[in-house]
């Protein structure tokens, strides 16, 4: 007997880019977009339209170019909402609105200053105008987790009367208890009406680490549509990770009575395109994604796998992404080796000019490390898209002096708008020198927010990626920057920093959570 289909509705780009110091550009969710559409999710919320001009472009660039999901733009329920909604849609292949309105008594008293009977009849009425635009309409009732479920019932059996094909019950503050929302879901489904008319769907936050549980249990009792985000990204402690709920339904087939239709071994993939993009790092203990997810160190344990994967695994690497076999490549690998495995790490080159300069960024750090693996060809391409948003500012060269009782210095040569410039600075350290004097020679004087340093493989001779936050009036902006030197890999970062924030694109500025 075939199972029933769980739809995954990613929101990634939207309710994920919530996250302070994640805002993306209008590129960088086309890219992010093209990644979940490899990975077939079915709903891909692209933004919040109506937040500012940047989201709405970038609703309208991935509703342009994704063709097999389909792409969501969120609205609360007001007219300009939907209308700004339905306008940047225009060129989906398959587009769907998200609106919203808060159901629960402390927000209907104290943030709307409505009377249930108003937001009955604005939601049926945000409904009914969202129809004009789109079949496929999705009504969420904000902080249904903490409403009250006589009306609940209310206010959705309305809206599905009035066409809502999707029924969304957030727990926007994360304070359910997966026993508790799961029994939520069960009644409502039991006691609306017209429940059979539509779809339910849940969208769990993490406050108190259980949005995945939180979601799973929904999906035992009815649900048929998850919200989530890669890496579990989003607002304070974050939403349902995708890569978890998925994995969970696939490996426990045995209790949900339901599947996706997600290409799991695109998972990996997408999550170090979000980390890099986002300037957000997975911890390595992250579960399906993170560095140690597969990595066995005691003995037992080690024993186990080796005579028999299942003892201690109860998934295959391969089937989210990890390579079992990693091809390790070097200095005298050719150009058809390196594109051959860029390919099957999920990357393709838009133009032999693109292959080119990856290529070239390849021999450059063959040079310097005797053995390339999977990792560093992610960071090498991933490292040259992020350079590619401005060039404003380029780093020629470094040269840092630092030994014991001395005060550290550093001479910093960059090209800035064509020309060559030069500075030294003094600083705590040689990176805090090194940053004083690109501040000096860029007049850019940003606050630091975040400086963080991984390890990209094992080994001495590793690649650091150096992830910075920079903010100024208003605007955060995240840099990376990878080399075997961490001094040069934090002064990349630095670099390609101010570089985004002297791009004068705007970014989107999501207002909404849901």
């Known amino acids: 007997m075939s199972k029933e289909q769980l739809k995954i509705f990613d929101t990634t780009l939207r309710d994920g880019e919530q996250s302070p110091g994640a805002s993306m550009t209008r590129d960088e969710k086309v890219r992010i977009a093209r990644a979940l559409e ?37 609205a609360r329920a007001l007219d300009k909402d939907i209308d700004r909604a339905g306008e940047a849609l225009k060129g ?5 609105i998200h609106t919203f309105i808060a159901t629960s008594p402390i927000h209907m008293e104290r943030k709307l200053r409505m ?37 609940l019932c209310r206010i959705i ?38 429940s059979d008319k539509a779809i339910f769907s849940v969208h769990c936050h993490n406050d108190l680490g259980l949005a995945v549980a939180n979601s799973l249990s929904a999906v035992t009792y009815g649900a048929r549509q998850v919200e989530c985000t890669i890496n579990g990204l989003g607002e304070r402690a974050g939403n349902a990770s995708l890569e978890e709920v998925v994995m969970a339904v696939r490996t426990r087939s045995d209790v949900f009575q ?42 037992i344990h080690q024993d186990g796998v080796l005579k028999h994967r299942e003892t201690y695994e109860i998934m295959r690497a391969e089937d989210v992404g990890w390579s079992k076999n990693r091809m390790v490549l070097g200095k005298h ?10 390919q099957e790490l999920g990357h393709s080159f838009d133009s032999e000019e693109d292959l080119n300069e990856s290529f070239r960024r390849f021999k450059d750090l063959a040079d310097k490390k005797h053995e390339i ?16 948003v401005s060039e404003r500012i380029r780093l020629l060269s470094l040269k840092v002096c630092s030994e014991t009782g001395e005060t550290p ?78 001094v040069i890999a934090s002064a990349k970062a630095y670099v390609n920093a101010i570089n985004r924030l002297l791009d004068r694109e705007e970014r989107a500025h999501p207002q909404g959570d849901v």
Not at 92 to 96: D, F, V
Not at 131 to 138: K, L, M
Not at 158 to 182: C, H, K, L, R, S
């Open 115 to 151: 009377s249930p009977d108003q937001v009955v009849e604005q939601a049926v009425r945000s409904v009914r105008r969202a129809r004009q635009f789109t079949d496929d309409v999705e009504f969420s009732a904000e902080d249904a987790g903490r409403s009250e479920i006589d009306f």
């Open 157 to 194: 059996e309305a809206v599905i009367d009035e066409g809502a094909t999707t029924i969304n019950v957030p727990d926007t503050v994360g304070y359910a208890m997966p026993w508790q929302f799961g029994e939520t879901i069960r009644t409502l489904i039991e006691r609306v009406p017209n």
């Open 258 to 299: 339901c599947e996706t239709g997600l290409d799991t071994t695109q998972i990996l993939s997408c999550s170090k395109l979000v980390s890099n993009v986002t300037g957000f790092p997975v911890q390595p203990n992250k579960a399906i994604v993170g560095a140690n997810a597969f990595a066995h160190e005691s003995g």
């Open 373 to 388: 693996f999977d990792e560093d060809l992610q960071v090498l391409v991933s490292e040259a898209d992020s350079e590619a």
């Open 409 to 486: 210095v550093a001479t910093v040569v960059v090209v800035i708008d064509g020309e060559e410039a030069s500075d030294t600075a003094e600083g705590g350290g040689p990176v805090d020198a090194a940053f004083k004097a690109i501040k000096k020679l860029t007049g850019i004087d940003a606050v630091l927010q975040l400086y963080s340093v991984n390890n990209i493989t094992t080994g001495t001779d590793s690649q650091g990626e150096v992830t910075v936050r920079l903010k100024q009036d208003e605007r955060i902006i995240n840099g990376q920057g990878a080399d075997t030197d961490i």
């Open 92 to 96: 989906a292949n398959s587009s769907r």
């Open 333 to 342: 690998s050719g150009r058809n080796a390196f594109r051959s495995r860029l």
């Open 38 to 74: 490899k990975m077939r999710v079915d709903v891909i919320e692209a933004g919040f339209p109506i937040a500012s001009q940047g989201d709405f472009e970038a609703v309208e660039a991935v509703a342009q170019v994704v063709k097999d999901s389909t792409v969501c733009g969120l």
